[in-house]
């Protein structure tokens, strides 16, 4: 147990006007006690750390120059907003983080006015700030809108394409730059080599200015061309900067820790800037706490932990977690094949392909965070007779979505999408929920679509996509730990488009697509004690179905009910379009189908999360009885 941090110059700030009143002397007080009030909070709750203590001067400056609400301020991914949410009201909340009911751990528009736009996936800051510097321009709304996004973030190529614009468009919009060399994992590709090389470059912005005054009376159009023609000069006895040739004002590298380095920068541009400025500033992820700074990719994220040790507190799992499962057997497979290779989207730890980069690093990429590049990389590897593993969370695959289609099944190309974090995610809430997968593939052609029931038939899915050639496949399972079933030492080649007979009955069918296959098995024990002889299927593909198997429970139960953790239209949907095609429906088969609601659903424990979905034991008795007419009171039985 540890005593609540003591505060004395935070417990005067319940809001940023109330900041605005302190001196800037006090500013480095203040930072140290947002630290200690983040990282006791956080020690309660888990969640995103090192992000956000390397944030905290760079957070107070921004709100203390600025006057926010009415300018507005984006955070990129919004994983570094807890001392943004300190200092905006929501203090009183902050042990709440990620629990039921409690804040958000992302920014989010529904909570505070001080959120004007939601985050949680990464480099949309810069085209949100855009559009709202328009709107500024357009109502004539004299406000500032400031972008900060870090540098792992601008391996994405909206964050360019943002850039791109905003420069075309001469617009105020001031972007911030937080280079801390990291994203999640430590950043990749030329981007992050180049922002290690940039200088600060001599004065410019009078120079620039000066250059603007006097070609000004020749019209707009001459004068942004004699700009350009300016900077492009100064690109070749400087250096210059990329963001300088895209129209945007370089400013930095800056101290991002140092307050008489930030204010005097912030306010310059406040007062002077007339177009798109970009302020480089360099932090440190997990500034202010040791264990974070001495190892900031594991504590990006974190499970509650001892302040003073910093341990991280771990429930003893009963099974091992899917993700280590799937990264076991892909390694077990490439030692077999040396045509398999593993793509990640900045997330090797995240998506377990770090142990396949520690044994193979050759044959292992980590390409930043481009998902769309990631795709369209593995279509290509796939098109030299590479076998690619592009391993991506669910809620990230749908970034790179147009690149699944066109890229690779339009083309056939054997490119082999292992989907983790697949269904709820627990406190990480909407914005990483893996819904959509299913709906999203299945409707593709050719593609072969599989989820996995338990941690043995991950093993077995992964050597069956190792082994299939004849265009893409996927096989999707959840965030956390298995259900505890015996391991094979291999994974077996499953028959594409079967699935299997859990449990035979002879009234209701239970079809299952994944893991909610043991709470189905759990629900069969109670219909079988009311008298409901219970059937339970392994579906184990949502595409191709197995036909046979499906025609053989529609005939043989009076109710069949598909149970997935995804939305609508994906494998129930499947089954009920090939029931009605195939004159299945017309006996008078009842048919239910559980999905996820038709609602963005708030963090909670996973367990709250599916009782509420009634895709839990309970759940799923009550559908097959309400779908009978019962009335009987559902429980769990023993």
């Not at 129209?247 to 800056?254: C, D, K, M, T, V």
Request: hydrophobic share 40%.
């Amino acid at each position: 147990m540890t005593s609540t941090p003591n505060t004395p110059l935070l417990d005067q700030v319940n809001w940023p006007a109330d900041l605005r009143r302190i001196d800037d002397r006090e500013l480095p007080q203040l930072a140290r006690e947002v630290r200690d009030e983040m990282i006791d909070a956080v020690s309660k709750t888990g969640g995103h750390l090192g992000a956000g203590l390397g944030v905290v001067e760079l957070t107070i400056a921004i709100h203390k120059v600025f006057n926010t609400p009415d300018d507005r301020l984006i955070f990129d991914v919004g994983h570094q907003c807890y001392p943004h949410k300190i200092l905006t009201g929501r203090r009183d909340r902050i042990r709440t983080l990620r629990q039921e009911d409690g804040l958000s751990g992302f920014t989010k528009r529904a909570e505070s006015e001080y959120d004007p736009f939601g985050a949680a996936h990464s480099s949309t800051s810069i085209s949100a700030g855009l559009g709202m510097a328009v709107a500024a321009d357009l109502s004539a709304t004299p406000r500032n809108v400031i972008a900060v996004i870090g540098d792992g973030a601008l391996s994405a190529g909206m964050a360019y394409e943002a850039l791109n614009n905003a420069g075309a468009l001469d617009a105020r919009l001031i972007v911030i730059l937080n280079d801390n060399d990291m994203s999640i994992a430590p950043p990749t590709g030329a981007m992050s080599a180049y922002l290690a090389r940039l200088a600060s470059g001599r004065t410019y912005m009078g120079f620039r200015e000066f250059g603007k005054k006097l070609t000004a009376y020749l019209g707009k159009n001459v004068d942004r061309a004699i700009t350009r023609a300016v900077e492009h000069a100064r690109g070749y006895v400087t250096g210059g900067t990329m963001f300088e040739e895209m129209g945007f004002y370089h400013i930095g590298p800056i101290d991002g820790h140092s307050f008489e380095h930030l204010l005097p920068v912030l306010r310059n541009v406040r007062d002077n800037a007339k177009g798109p400025v970009l302020i480089h500033v360099v932090t440190q992820k997990g500034k202010g706490y040791p264990p974070a700074e001495a190892a900031a990719d594991k504590y990006h994220g974190v499970n509650k932990f001892d302040v003073i040790t910093g341990t991280q507190a771990k429930a003893k799992p009963n099974a091992p977690a899917y993700t280590s499962v799937f990264a076991e057997a892909l390694v077990q497979e490439a030692k077999l094949d040396e045509k398999i290779v593993g793509i990640t989207a900045a997330m090797p730890s995240g998506t377990g392909l770090d142990k396949l980069q520690n044994l193979f690093p050759e044959r292992t990429f980590d390409v930043g965070i481009a998902e769309q590049h990631a795709v369209t990389f593995a279509a290509g590897l796939a098109a030299e007779g590479y076998k690619p593993f592009c391993a991506l969370y669910s809620t990230f695959l749908q970034r790179g979505y147009d690149q699944v289609v066109h890229d690779v099944a339009i083309q056939g190309l054997p490119v082999r999408f292992p989907i983790d974090r697949a269904g709820f995610v627990g406190a990480d809430g909407p914005t990483h929920a893996g819904s959509f997968d299913t709906g999203f593939l299945a409707s593709l052609p050719g593609f072969v679509v599989m989820a996995a029931a338990d941690e043995a038939e991950l093993k077995h899915m992964v050597r069956t996509a190792a082994a299939y050639n004849d265009g893409p496949i996927s096989f999707r399972y959840p965030r956390g730990e298995g259900v505890g079933v015996d391991m094979p030492e291999r994974g077996e080649i499953l028959e594409i488009g079967k699935g299997r007979v859990m449990k035979q009955g002879t009234k209701v069918a239970l079809l299952s697509f994944g893991t909610r296959l043991a709470d189905c098995l759990l629900a069969a024990e109670d219909l079988d004690a009311a008298g409901l002889s219970t059937t339970v299927v392994d579906a184990r593909f949502a595409k191709p179905l197995d036909h046979d198997l499906i025609r053989q429970l529609a005939r043989h139960h009076e109710i069949v009910v598909t149970v997935e953790e995804g939305a609508i239209g994906g494998f129930g949907s499947q089954v009920m379009h090939f029931l009605a095609n195939d004159g299945l429906l017309d006996s008078g088969l009842k048919i239910r189908s559980l999905v996820l609601p038709d609602l963005w659903m708030d963090q909670a424990k996973p367990e709250t999360m599916y009782a509420k979905a009634g895709l839990d034991r309970a759940g799923i008795v009550k559908t097959v009885f309400d779908a009978l007419g019962r009335g009987a009171k559902v429980g769990a039985a023993g």
